[in-house]
């Protein structure tokens, strides 16, 4: 009986080289699934804002419906707006609240190159550009994308927004 409990007690727990083995396994697991775990996060952030563009350009298409005495936007702030509150040009409430404040999913939106002309005192914006670029280049994401009044995106593959590739 003492020699049964004897071989139990031996045979309890791992062994020093069996911990190493099992950390070494880990360790190569986690080494190789870490770049494509960065790699799919920057492929959602850039799924998100090319969805995120479209949204923008959804949104500036019934502004300038709505308010056809301004024309576009030229202010992504104009195109969100508080909950519960009546829409207005300075507020249309057209976009979510995130998007609204220019930075969702590691990218920082723009809306830029208003031309505009001014019309019994009224200035109206007859064009825009919207942008989008990572907010770090490599770790949010890797292209720029852009879009305007034509409603077509397009892409800067080094991350700006010097774009020049129809999205696919």
Same mark, same amino acid.
């Given at each position: 009986m003492h020699?049964? $409990?004897a071989d139990r007690r031996s045979e309890q727990g791992f062994t020093l080289i069996e911990l190493l083995i &099992?950390?070494?396994?880990?360790?190569?697991? &986690?080494?190789? @699934? $870490?770049?494509n775990?960065?790699?799919?996060?920057?492929?959602?952030?850039?799924?998100? @804002? &090319?969805?995120?563009i479209r949204a923008l350009v959804a949104a500036e298409l019934q502004y300038s419906q709505t308010y056809p005495q301004n024309g576009y936007s030229c202010s992504i702030g104009a195109l969100g707006?508080? !909950?519960?509150?009546?829409?207005?040009? @300075? @507020?249309?409430?057209?976009?979510?609240p995130d998007l609204a404040t220019g930075q969702k999913a590691g990218y920082t939106f723009a809306i830029v190159n208003c031309p !505009? &002309?001014?019309?019994n005192n009224q200035?109206?914006?007859?064009?825009?550009?919207?942008?989008?670029?990572?907010?770090?280049?490599?770790?949010?994401?890797d292209r720029g994308f852009c879009s305007d009044e034509n409603q077509q995106i397009m892409v800067d593959p080094k991350g700006g927004t010097s774009c020049s590739v129809p999205l696919q």
């Open positions: 020699r049964n $409990l &099992v950390m070494s396994i880990i360790i190569i697991i &986690v080494t190789i @699934a $870490l770049p775990i960065t790699r799919y996060r920057r492929q959602g952030n850039e799924t998100s @804002a &090319v969805g995120s707006g508080e !909950k519960g509150t009546s829409p207005t040009p @300075a @507020a249309a409430g057209l976009i979510p !505009k &002309v001014t019309i200035d109206q914006y007859t064009g825009y550009q919207i942008t989008a670029v990572p907010q770090a280049i490599g770790k949010t994401g």
